[in-house]
């Protein structure tokens, strides 16, 4: 593997998920496959998460590890070609991305959906182009449409939890004050459909996700008829596709409330982190025995830490 941009790079899951385990059993197993080289981890948008069990993960692995936080510290990048750069950006992405192929081993990358352009955001302008001229291996820490290193937490923490071999799983949207980014919700349903789970998307009308994400996938936009026997509930926000990203409902009868979990079989909660409490879900969800959400933020590390050494792997 040479990058990881979506989570169908992983190839066989049942595989990266025994990887993943041993991983989790063995942290420091692999210290000699990183010793000497260097991770960059690039952040055009904010990060606890990432930056932190990514971090984590290449030190686990040996690794020295550089992180460039690009909006604080370093020249403002133009990203467009062709502009005339006389205005407040005095460096392009087109030498600044070959020069931090000079300094790193391997290159992660965090670049969220502007929401300028939908076709910009849906063909990845910033992490193609990191791709195309670094000259190193790419990885995603989350760009415009995808998060694959948060759904291969998110599957591995399934893996943990779950009773049954086929458990029903529901990604419900749910409010927020602000237009969020599709690639949460996009990459789970992407992890989803390499698994043969029962797998439904609850969203309202206007919130349906772009249809390369949802074939084959059953989408309801009752909320409730989803819940019912679900085993996880996966919980998130996302703007609307179809009317690129516009807030179209803050209807907080979506709300993932003790009142909506008892329709379920005694589900397991799911979110990536951050969330908005009582917006997104309400304290007492979040405060439960069934809430995941720590183990699951947890998991990055491993997530990460399985990536990076199939990419050391590789080099
Ligand atoms: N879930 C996740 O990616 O968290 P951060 O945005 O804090 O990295």
Known sequence: MNTFTSIKQL???KKALEAAKYVTANPFADKALGQDKTALLVFFNNSLRTRLS??????????NVMVLDVNQGAWKLETQRGVI????????LLEAIPVMGCYAD???????ARFESREDDYNEVILNQFIKYSGKPVFSMEAAIRHPLQTFADLITIEQYRKKERPKVVMTWAPHPKALP?????????????TDF???IANPEGYDLAPEFTKGI???????????????VYAKNWASYEHYGEVLSKDRSWTVTKEKMALTNNAFFLHCLPVRRNMIVSDEVIESPQSLVIPEAANRVVSAQTVIKMLLQDL
């Open 198 to 200: 029962d797998f439904v």
């Open 85 to 92: 750069m006389d205005g407040d950006k005095s460096e392009h």
């Open 106 to 112: 391997i290159i992660g990358v965090r670049s969220f």
């Open 182 to 194: 599709q690639a949460v919700p996009n990459s789970f349903a992407e992890g989803m459909s390499m």
């Open 11 to 13: 190839g066989d899951l």
């Open 54 to 63: 990514t971090q984590k993960a290449a030190l686990n692995l040996g690794m």
């Open 218 to 232: 059953r989408v309801t936009h009752n909320q409730d008829e989803a819940l019912e026997g679900a085993d996880f």
